[in-house]
């Protein structure tokens, strides 16, 4: 009796071993065949283009050749002397846009030692440059095509102490019905001198768009 009991177990005891190595044969089989798992995948970014540069715009101020030059308004620069010689615009031009801000000097009377009329500006070497448009009017219709004659003369004060006056820019045959440009080189200047005369008396020399440039 114990004997065949324990042939019983033997038996129990193989089979259990064949199918426990049969389990691990049918799990080496799945693995080899299906391969490892693969990784969970991360968010896709696919379709999405990668940002592109951001454009740098050129400074539109870096070319010192392309920059103008600063620039102020002559009528609001100190009058040092001649202020007398300053006007009003005619009632006739009131209004009218190409005189905004105008300078108006009045021509003399061409009598005497009434030949020009000078106004003169405080510079004191600060400015480069004038710029300006020159409009004679005359109220007479007989008196206007009179010419009108611009000088601008600077002032340069010397180390003695002395002043030298040179003329730097001038502007012939101004008429009412044909501006004139003037310009003129301020650079070094202390003073400017706007001096005009004109063909007929009781007229008025008007300047527009006067500006002088600080560099």
């Known amino acids: 009796m114990p004997t065949r009991r324990g042939t019983q177990v033997a ?18 089989v799945f693995d080899w065949r299906v391969g490892p798992k ?7 970014t696919a379709g999405v283009a990668p940002a592109a540069p951001s454009a740098v715009t050129p400074d539109a101020g870096s ?14 620069l100190a009058v040092e002397a001649g202020a007398a010689n300053l006007g009003k615009l005619p009632r006739q031009l009131t209004g009218q846009p190409e005189y905004d801000r105008p300078i108006v000097i009045g021509c003399p009377t061409n009598s005497g030692a009434d030949k020009q009329r000078d106004v003169t500006y405080r510079l004191q070497r600060r400015y480069l440059d004038l710029t300006s448009t020159v409009r004679p009017f005359f109220s007479s219709a007989d008196e206007r095509d009179g010419i009108v004659l611009v000088y601008a003369q600077v002032a340069i004060r010397q180390r ?4 030298t006056r040179v003329t730097r820019g001038q502007q012939f045959d101004a008429r009412m019905d044909n501006p004139q440009k003037l310009t003129a080189d ?3 200047a202390d003073e400017l001198t706007l001096r005009i005369q004109c063909q007929y008396p009781g007229g008025s020399v008007i300047l527009t768009d006067a500006t002088v440039s600080t560099g």
Do not use: C, F, K
């Not at 038996?11 to 080496?28: H, Q």
């Open 38 to 44: 693969a990784p969970a995948a991360t968010a896709s």
């Open 160 to 163: 003695d102490g002395t002043i």
């Open 186 to 188: 301020l650079e070094g």
């Open 11 to 28: 038996v129990a005891l193989t089979v259990l071993g064949v199918l426990l190595a049969a389990a691990a044969l049918a799990r080496d």
């Open 63 to 76: 070319s010192p050749s392309s920059a103008s030059s600063p620039s102020v308004r002559l009528d609001t």
